[in-house]
């Protein structure tokens, strides 16, 4: 069997979800993860600016300082780790045969993201990790420096988006599979953090203002494609 072969029987199973959750790192992204990192990546954006010496300053080394590899990397690396913990929990505990209706928590939580952009209230929100918490990764976050480190410490930083992606990253029961799950997701929220980086919290803001319009469809399009692929598990297994 070729390595492509391996790959497609590796992802098959869970291909839906990838793609779920790559349109919700999309969708959720500039409404949720810009506001929520932006000032983050701002300040690493500003204090890389300021070390570049004068002679170096040209639109090449901006857009490189601008787009915060390492940091970006380290967020992954975490959503990864946190996507494998799931994923290895889940199927060590033997509970494969409900999948279905972890997905299907999943779909309800992203639909709960949906209604929160449209009105909020209108569903009672998710619960939030303890402020001191937040606070804590918050202070030390000031002693971390830019780049890989805080990005790893940074993907620690709870949220409902964040949540539901973990929540369908269980489903796969498997370390791999979620870890990968966790990837996509990570990956889906970059456009948006590239965006604030490259041009700022105004540009940030103005094509916040657009997506707005779109992300709710998006995520809810991804909680209906989670719903069926929920359905199709718990039909398998009844």
């Known amino acids: 069997m070729s390595l ?16 779920g959750l790559l349109v919700a790192g999309l969708a959720g992204g500039p409404v949720h993860c ?14 890389r600016m300021a070390r570049l010496p004068g002679d170096r300053l040209c639109e090449a080394a901006r857009l490189r300082g601008a787009l915060l590899l390492p940091y970006h990397t380290g967020r992954i690396v975490t959503y990864a780790a946190l996507g494998a913990a799931a994923g290895a929990l889940w199927g060590h505990a033997g509970l494969d045969a409900l999948a279905g209706p972890l997905l299907l928590l999943a779909s309800l939580l992203f639909a709960s993201q949906a209604a929160a952009r449209v009105r909020p209230g209108l569903l009672p929100a998710l619960p939030t990790a303890p402020a001191g918490w937040t606070r804590a990764l918050a202070r030390v976050a000031q002693r971390v420096p830019g780049g890989l480190p805080l990005g790893l410490l940074l993907g620690l930083l709870p949220c409902g988006l964040l949540y539901a992606a973990l929540t369908a990253a269980a489903a796969t029961g498997d370390a791999a599979r979620g870890a990968l799950a966790m990837v996509a997701f990570g990956l889906g929220t970059l456009p948006s953090l590239f965006a604030v980086g490259l041009a700022g919290h105004l540009a940030g803001r103005r ?10 469809a998006l995520l809810l399009a991804n909680a209906v494609l989670l719903f069926f692929v929920a359905m199709q598990r718990i039909a398998s297994v009844i």
Request: hydrophobic residues 40%; positive net charge; glycine residues 20%.
């Open 4 to 19: 492509l072969q391996q790959l497609g029987a590796f992802c098959g199973p869970v291909a839906p979800t990838l793609g």
């Open 34 to 47: 810009g506001p929520m990192c932006g000032g983050f990546v701002l300040g690493q954006v500003s204090d």
């Open 207 to 216: 094509w916040r203002t657009g997506i707005n319009r779109i992300a709710p």
